[in-house]
């Protein structure tokens, strides 16, 4: 078997990592593209030390970025003729700066490359990640996930490199996150790694990871959420081991879903994968019984079922809902979903769904 692993060239993790942004940064004008709570830290901490650098910060991404909002950052970078981006916040904020550094090369429209009119050529702009949250993995992707609320479309910009250049994963960053994000985001990053380990291409390096991430979260994500530092360290880690591995396997149904329901019903991405996982799980038993098995005997020395239903009773610990009935998912929905949830992750799920098995998990979560 041959295994390849991509990931960021350079990857800093620990308490106090992000004071190595600036060494790192290469000379010229930077942008900054940063979460709503991370500008003050950015403004207090890193632009004294860069001096007369030019540089601009661009606050307050929007969650699931819309395409206008990239282009509006694209066109910053471009007239401040940026050497150097740095997306600072949660997965949203880095998804923008990783789209604006790859395609500030580029001729045309944001548009043009999200949808594939276009092919992304190669390496942009120097690309730094730095994230506040510990859920998305987006600092070690090589994709960016956006939308298009023209269509509704939710789905991820590839092309090129677009690797970090630079991921500096500091659990410090993810101290003030509220506990709700911390439950969303760790869940994410849960459902992340189990689906990794499951996922068809999974190989022996993305399952050491996948593993290793799993049982770092399943074991500290309460604790984390009711604001124990030593375990959002944990938590931090365990979503960059997570981040790791999927980057390698892919995902799984979950994720395939809860792109257009995250679209169509305004769900926050953690949220959607909270209440599809242990459903999900449940129907890939069938036919990934061998791997989740040794997964459930590593994580809890369980079987599959038993981790299924200590996954469900995580999730209402952490005050995360069962199913789609507050956002009101409903039968004029479902299209829109079925059209739209055949993805790369839909592909790695190790049981193939048809739309009659969608149709028929939509319903039972609605």
């Known amino acids: 078997m041959i295994t390849q692993v991509a ?65 509006a950052a694209l066109a910053a970078g471009r007239e401040l003729g940026t050497v150097a981006v740095v997306g600072w916040g949660g997965g949203s904020a880095i998804d923008v700066a990783k789209s604006v550094a790859v395609l500030l090369p580029c001729p045309g429209s944001v548009a043009d490359y999200f949808y594939g009119r276009s092919t992304i050529p190669g390496k942009g702009a120097f690309f730094a990640a730095l994230p506040t949250t510990a859920g998305t993995g987006a600092e ?39 506990p709700p994000v911390i439950a969303a985001s760790g869940f994410d990053a849960l459902t992340q790694a189990i689906e990794s380990f499951l996922s068809r291409r999974a190989t022996q390096v993305s399952r050491l990871l996948a593993g290793q991430a799993a049982e770092l979260l399943l074991s500290h994500l309460l604790p984390a959420y009711r604001n124990d530092r030593t375990k959002i360290d944990k938590v931090t880690e365990g979503s960059m081991l997570g981040a790791a591995a999927f980057g390698q396997s892919g995902l799984g149904a979950v994720h395939g879903l809860a792109h257009p329901i995250g679209s169509i ?102």
């Not at 960016?144 to 939710?154: E, H, Y």
């Not at 038993?285 to 038993?306: D, H, I, K, T």
């Open 7 to 71: 990931l960021p060239r350079e990857i800093h993790f620990g308490r106090g990592i992000r004071n190595r942004l600036v060494a790192a940064l290469p000379p010229g004008p930077v942008l900054f593209i940063a979460g709503s709570h991370a500008g003050k830290r950015i403004r207090e901490e890193v632009l004294p030390r860069l001096g007369s650098w030019p540089c601009r910060l661009i606050c307050g991404v929007s969650p699931e970025p819309p395409l206008e909002e990239v282009e």
């Open 140 to 178: 070690l992707t090589s994709n960016a996930v956006l939308r298009d609320p023209a269509t509704g479309i939710k789905q991820s910009l590839r092309g090129g490199d677009m690797f970090a250049d630079l991921a500096l994963i500091d659990p410090e960053l993810v101290y003030d996150c509220p």
């Open 265 to 366: 019903l305004h769900v926050p991405h953690g949220v959607c994968c909270a209440i599809l996982l242990p459903t999900i799980l449940h129907w890939n038993l069938e036919v990934a019984r061998e791997p989740f098995a040794e997964l459930a005997n590593r994580l809890s020395g369980q079987s599959p079922e038993e981790l299924i239903e200590t996954i469900a009773r995580l999730r209402e610990e952490l005050g995360l809902p069962s199913d789609f009935k507050g956002y009101r998912l409903a039968p004029e929905h479902y299209p829109f979903i079925l059209a739209n949830c055949r993805s790369g992750s839909m592909k790695c799920n190790p049981r193939e769904l048809s739309d009659h098995d969608v149709t028929q998990i939509l319903e039972e979560l609605s």
